[in-house]
């Protein structure tokens, strides 16, 4: 995760003590004279100026790693795997109940699973939420395109756009609160 004080870095002696603080829309670590980094009920001083070239050299490959890995980050990939089948989910609002549930479950399923592929391969913070929400949701279309349910067109909509607002919030949310990489 971005926030960890990077290992091999505490001291022994107090030198400016770091801080969770927020930064634009992810969390970093700030020097601050007056306050402490608690973590699990202990105090670490960490001195900022003790990291060395090599530890900077080992974390910027590290985050290069990641974004590199990310098929989120890749404008191809993403309309593949994400954009495609959120503009099936739509367009499968005009067609009959029985082919509009084999598209949605089909398209659920692809973006659940390539989300879930996505966070183990690189570490993508929104992907490890938005990939069993995506597998969820099939549950619920199942329910209305057998017939478990039965609402009308009306619950098709609701149900999309709950899934695909759901998703967007869920992306936005975690990776504010966690960063782009954890």
């Known amino acids: ?30 020097s601050s004279p007056d306050t402490k980094a608690w973590l699990g009920g202990s105090v670490f001083w960490a001195a900022a100026s003790s990291v060395t070239a090599t530890a900077k050299r ?77 597998l969820a949701t099939v549950i619920p279309v199942l329910a209305l395109g057998l017939g478990i349910v039965s609402y009308g067109i009306e619950s098709w909509v609701v149900l999309g756009v709950f899934i695909l607002v759901g998703g967007k919030l869920i992306w936005w949310a975690s990776e504010r609160a966690w960063g782009k990489f954890s």
């Not at 790693?65 to 499968?92: K, M």
């Open 58 to 134: 080992k974390l910027m490959a590290n985050i290069t790693a990641q974004a590199a890995g990310d098929w989120a980050g890749r404008n191809r990939t993403r309309i593949l795997i994400w954009w495609l089948p959120q503009c099936a989910v739509i367009a499968g609002l005009v067609v009959d109940v029985p082919v509009r549930t084999a598209i949605w479950s089909a398209a659920l399923a692809w973006m659940g699973t390539a989300c879930l592929l996505n966070a183990r391969r690189c570490g993508r913070t929104h992907c490890r939420f938005t990939g069993p929400f995506y």
């Open 1 to 30: 995760m971005g926030d960890e004080i990077i290992a091999g870095l505490v001291t022994a002696t107090p030198v400016a003590p770091l801080r969770f603080a927020p930064s634009g829309h992810r969390r970093s670590l700030q």
